[in-house]
């Protein structure tokens, strides 16, 4: 089982409140992803980190932001949120093996299922 | 623009059966194709992975089918199991030289009724 975890696990929460949503690994990887999956719906990339302070947007717009000051850490943050962003949320990581790596898995974390009132 | 186009939406099929689901993709930079497996209140979890040059791989009663000239691959459950029943979801990812980047399809909800 991989170690990544994430909390809240469930979030019930109201408009405009501010929200972080936590997510860690100790499995020492380079790069962490943030999901957004939604039922009969592709699991869509909205943030990846390549190491410490490197942070990107990934192909789904979000109104969130992430940080990544620690290898094991990359806390999701909304400052202000909205119905719209009703949703689970998964967070991931992997290891970088360099262009002839034999696989590069990701492992994933259990979800945060966050529901904006 | 949808990446990786995954079917059927949901499958059940009765136990011993073998349940079949496909997908499809078009950027050929793609050079990993992995399958992972979803139940509920879980995370996705690796089942079973393939690279372009190989068109069959097997892991227990897991079987990925690769058609590279068709840009399509597949996963075949033999004897499937009740326990089988989850959310499986193809990818297709690329590896660049600061990392490497994946694309899901839109999953294939399986019931495997005993």
Known sequence: EAD?????????IG?????????????????????????GMELHLIHYSYGVNSTEKGDLSSEST???????????????ARPSHTSQYLCASSEFLG????????????GTRLTVT | QQQVKQSPQSLI???????????????????????????PGK?????????????????GRFTISF??????????????????????????????NTGNQFYFGTGTSLTVIP
């Open chain 2, 13 to 39: 099929v009765q136990k011993g059966g073998i349940p079949i689901i496909n997908c499809a993709y078009e950027n050929t930079a793609f050079d990993y194709f992995p399958w992972y497996q979803q139940f």
């Open chain 2, 43 to 59: 995370g996705p979890a690796l089942l079973i992975a393939i690279r372009p040059d190989v068109s069959e791989k097997k892991e």
């Open chain 1, 66 to 80: 992430v940080s990544r000051i620690r290898t094991e850490h990359f806390p999701l943050t909304l400052e202000s």
């Open chain 2, 67 to 96: 058609n590279k000239s068709a840009k399509q691959f597949s996963l075949h459950i033999m004897d499937s199991q009740p326990g089988d029943s989850a959310t499986y979801f193809c990818a297709a990812g690329y590896n660049f």
């Open chain 1, 99 to 110: 262009a002839s790596g034999d696989s590069y898995e990701q492992y994933f974390g259990p």
């Open chain 1, 4 to 12: 990544i975890y994430q909390t809240p696990r469930y979030l019930v």
């Open chain 1, 15 to 39: 408009t405009g409140k501010k929200i972080t949503l936590e997510c860690s690994q100790t499995m020492g990887h380079d790069k962490m992803y943030w999901y957004q999956q939604d039922p």
